[in-house]
């Protein structure tokens, strides 16, 4: 089945640790997104890729980092510089800019 | 910067009931999309407007954007318990999301 996968669903960090975010696609799509959902929120962009080897920050990146290394994998990484990052995380994907985006599962992280 | 601001917040409604939302942004978008979340699940594509004054309908559901596009619109008509979720618009181009109006049907 091609798709999006995310993992793991639920993870649980401890504060002044850095934890990293899978995102795997197989649907052979050049574009994909990191959003951060909060409990009654919209989405907000946390960074973006068009290309292999090429991303850009969203509107809130501080705190998080990415790599776009393959084409089908782009994980994110939510580092201790982060000051709130329980939050529910979803990746995304699309075939191109005007395309539409094909969802992961989404993972929730809680900081304990 | 570029907004889409998406009202209301939340809708109650009777099922059976109908429901708009309204997505209205600072600048002329290139086109719209939008997407429907369940709760505890993931949005997933609803359909994309990309005409000026195009309207689409799928089943109960119609979708409009404005002449000048700037605005658009989802309706739901005869709301089932199955349309319960949160509706997004979203202006894919510019990559700015409306904050969401949530659906609930009352008991």
């Known amino acids: 089945d091609g798709g999006i996968t995310q993992s793991p669903k639920y993870l649980f960090r401890k504060e002044g640790q850095n934890v990293t975010l899978s995102c795997e696609q197989n649907?052979?799509?050049?574009?994909m997104y990191w959003y951060r959902q909060d409990p009654g929120q919209g989405l907000r962009l946390i960074y973006y890729?068009?290309?292999?080897?090429?991303?850009q920050k969203g509107d809130i990146a501080e705190g998080y980092s990415v790599s776009r290394e393959k084409k089908e994998s782009f994980p994110l990484t939510v580092t201790s510089a982060q000051k709130n990052p329980t939050a529910f995380y979803l990746c995304?994907?699309?075939?191109?800019?005007?395309?539409?985006?094909?969802f992961g599962q989404g993972t929730r992280l809680t900081v304990v | 910067g570029q907004q889409v601001m998406q009202i209301p917040q939340y809708q109650h409604v009777q099922e059976g009931e109908d429901f708009t939302t309204y997505c209205n942004s600072s600048?002329?978008?290139?086109?719209i999309q939008w997407y429907k979340q369940r709760p505890g699940g993931h949005p997933v594509f609803l359909i994309q407007?990309?005409?000026s004054g195009e309207v689409k309908k799928q089943k109960r559901l119609t979708f409009q954007f404005g002449e000048a596009k700037k605005n658009s619109s989802l309706h739901i008509t005869a709301t089932q318990t199955t349309d319960v979720g949160t509706y997004f618009c979203?202006?894919?181009?510019?990559?700015?999301w409306g904050a969401g109006t949530k659906l609930i049907i009352k008991p």
């Open positions: 649907l052979n799509h050049d574009a």
């Open positions: 979203y202006g894919n181009y510019q990559l700015i």
């Open positions: 407007l990309v005409k």
């Open positions: 600048t002329t978008l290139s086109n």
């Open positions: 995304a994907s699309s075939a191109g800019y005007r395309t539409e985006a094909f």
């Open positions: 890729s068009q290309i292999v080897n090429d991303f």
